[in-house]
């Protein structure tokens, strides 16, 4: 079984820009959730999706958004990029509604400048 | 004060040492997941518990749910084992994770 993907692995923008990255699930699971990683913070919960629905939302701004679509693959989107969104977008997959064992993603590394 | 937290921030240890790290949380949980992360960032889940102890090859995880408190076992380190070590929080409600602040753990040959 293929594992968890995202895309794109390494991304550079400016500030002011936004970005969309990518989160494919294992085969069978359908909730997913993203995670941001920063030396400062460490791993923050950002959202979850189960079945086309936000389950969850962390502690973050309206800049940040995501979906997910019927085939159970994700997107976030981070608008008006600013330099402290520099980080690791990691995304976990796992089969049921709560109480699962998550497989993560190698994740994406967004560089703000 | 920090949800969950872990202890110690760091450790060094010889080849073949015993290893505990230890993890403390406050809120709620339904489970209490381990997880390791290699330098590039990857995470990989090592155990999920709820109650009593899992052992996989050299890793040991106990939980004690009275006492809000959880230990990683590494029996006969090796290089292979640095890592960071992160415990999360399963509050069980959903999928949503809250995370230590991670073991950074050298081996050393």
């Given at each position: ?14 500030r ?11 085969s ?7 995670y941001?990683?920063t ?41 008006t ?25 190698p ?7 | ?23 403390s ?6 489970a ?15 155990f ?8 996989h ?21 090796h ?5 960071v ?14 995370f ?10």
């Amino acid at each position: 079984k293929a594992g968890v993907t995202q895309t794109p692995r390494y991304l550079i923008k400016t500030r002011g820009q936004q970005v969309t990255l990518s989160c494919s699930p294992i085969s069978g699971h359908r909730s997913v959730s993203w995670y941001q990683q920063t030396p400062g913070q460490g791993l923050q919960f950002l959202f979850e999706y189960f079945s086309e629905t936000q389950r969850n939302k962390g502690n973050f701004p309206g800049r940040f958004s995501g979906r997910q679509f019927s085939n159970s693959r994700s997107e976030m989107n981070v608008s008006t990029l600013e330099l402290g969104d520099s980080a690791l977008y990691l995304c976990a997959s796992s089969f049921g509604l709560a109480g699962n064992e998550q497989f993560f993603g190698p994740g994406t590394r967004l560089t703000v400048l | 004060k920090n949800e969950v937290e872990q202890s110690p921030q760091n450790l060094t240890a010889q080849e073949g040492e015993f290893i505990t790290i230890n993890c403390s949380y406050s809120v709620g949980i339904s489970a209490l997941h381990w997880l390791q992360q290699h330098p590039g960032g990857g995470i990989v889940s090592l155990f999920m518990l709820s109650s009593g102890k899992k052992k996989h090859g050299r890793l040991i995880a106990t939980i004690n749910i009275q006492e809000k408190h959880s230990s990683l076992h590494i029996t006969a380190s090796h290089p292979r084992d640095s890592a960071v070590y992160i415990c999360a929080a399963d509050g069980g409600a959903t999928n949503k994770l809250i995370f230590g602040t991670g073991t950074l753990l050298a081996v050393q040959p």
